[in-house]
């Protein structure tokens, strides 16, 4: 199929020849020189054939000058530069065909496919010639600043200042920059107008030149009032107020700010490498070197306090209440003076057990053999103080009142047990005996 095509492309580069020839009775036919010339570099461009494709484009664009036709000859260098670009890897050469389709579109007064044509150009240009590159942008720029069609310029200006910028060519970079704000001013975009100040002074910065970037931003707030309410213009103060202090600190508190990575990606690099006068800025920047000096100064604390825990028993009112006397526990089956008896040796020794056991600390209970609860068991939060008695407000039982206590107690139990004792069981019901007749 490839064979085919290419057979087809040969055929045809002969038939243009032939009617692009001068006979002797007959002039040469340009038109049809030219469709031929053209359908042959399609036939080699399907087949793959690029070489044999660009000299049949190449020839077109002649025999399409030729013919008046120079839209179509600056077309087919177009279609040249595009096949040594993308599929023969020839930069210089496709750089250079575009240069001409550029020219042939100028000649027929279209500018804007002329500046297209550069920008191609500089594209191809700039992994190879980067300044050849930055040419053709700028040429590309001044076509449209020409024209009067500065908005499609802007991407344009971006890409030269980018390339100027890595090529550390800052002052060639703040005329580009300069010129794109001339446009942007003009179009009444803010929004960029106020990045492109803010860059041209950050460039001017990297020069060395802060009296100029003092110069520049006082012209840029006088010249449009809104600049100098800007976030942009914030920036710009906060970095002459570092360089005119030798503020180091400050100088990268300002590159820091968000503002800062808005800007083009090379303007956004150069100002994490600014430094004032008299510092130096090491590859591990100025703010790591800091760091590991302070790091180096400070000494190191570790945290001597353990982590809050508490170990012990629980501290409630079951440890307590167990020294207290218990009235009730074994009164019932007791005869009163066995009770007295009873309530009388233990009231003076439970009460001062009961006295020290309030008066003792959570840390006593453990000193004394209660085993502290596992690491992960303990809780964090203390148990609630329970409140201690008063020994002033201590109740000492009279005989009187114990008596009282034992009958109130014997009442209570006979009162609960009367009830079931009295109570009889349900009467069974009478069946009648329908068996004997007593009358």
Request: aromatic share 8%.
């Amino acid at each position: 199929m490839e064979a085919q095509r290419i057979r087809e492309g040969v055929k045809l580069m002969q038939e243009g020849d032939k009617a692009s020839s001068k006979g002797l009775f007959r002039k040469p036919d340009w038109d049809v020189a030219s469709g031929c010339y053209d359908h042959a570099a399609t036939s080699f461009k399907l087949a793959r054939s690029y070489d044999q494709a660009v000299q049949a484009y190449l020839k077109a664009s002649e025999a399409f000058f030729k013919a008046d036709a120079t839209h179509l000859s600056g077309k087919a260098l177009e279609n040249a530069a595009l096949l040594l670009a993308q599929q023969l890897s020839q930069p210089q050469r496709a750089a250079e065909f575009y240069q001409r389709a550029s020219n042939m579109f100028m000649t027929g007064g279209s500018i804007d496919r002329a500046a297209e044509q550069l920008e191609k150009a500089g594209r191809a240009l700039e992994n190879t010639d980067a300044n050849a590159a930055i040419e053709m942008y700028s040429s590309a720029c001044s076509l449209y600043e020409q024209e009067d069609r500065g908005r499609m310029a802007i991407e344009i200006f971006k890409k030269a200042v980018t390339l100027l910028i890595r090529s550390k060519k800052y002052e060639k970079a703040v005329d580009m920059l300069h010129r794109q704000s001339a446009v942007l001013r003009k179009l009444a975009n803010r929004s960029h107008l106020y990045k492109a100040n803010l860059s041209i002074m950050i460039v001017l910065f990297a020069i060395g030149d802060e009296v100029e970037a003092g110069k520049q931003f006082n012209f840029m707030c006088s010249n449009d009032p809104g600049f100098s309410q800007s976030e942009e213009a914030q920036i710009g103060e906060l970095l002459l107020q570092a360089y005119n202090e030798g503020d180091q600190e400050l100088l990268e508190k300002a590159v820091r700010m968000q503002h800062i990575s808005f800007l083009d990606n090379e303007v956004a690099k150069l100002s994490r490498t600014l430094t004032v006068p008299g510092e130096t800025l090491s590859s591990g920047g100025i703010d790591s070197q800091r760091h590991q000096q302070r790091s180096m100064q400070a000494p190191s604390l570790q945290s001597t306090r353990a982590p809050p825990s508490y170990s012990g028993t629980n501290y409630t009112n079951s440890s307590v209440n167990n020294n207290k006397p218990s009235m009730s526990s074994n009164v019932h089956g007791m005869s009163p003076a066995q009770v007295r008896a009873e309530l009388y040796s233990t009231s003076s020794s439970n009460y001062n057990n009961s006295k020290s056991s309030y008066n003792e600390k959570p840390s006593s209970f453990a000193s004394a053999g209660a085993p502290p609860l596992p690491q992960e068991q303990q809780s964090p939060r203390p148990p609630v103080p329970q409140s201690q008695p008063d020994e002033k407000n201590y109740y000492q039982p009279t005989p009187h009142d114990l008596d009282e206590e034992f009958a109130r107690l014997n009442t209570n139990e006979k009162t609960k047990q009367t009830p079931r004792q009295q109570q009889s069981p349900p009467a069974l019901p009478q069946e009648e005996d329908d068996d004997f007749d007593l009358r």
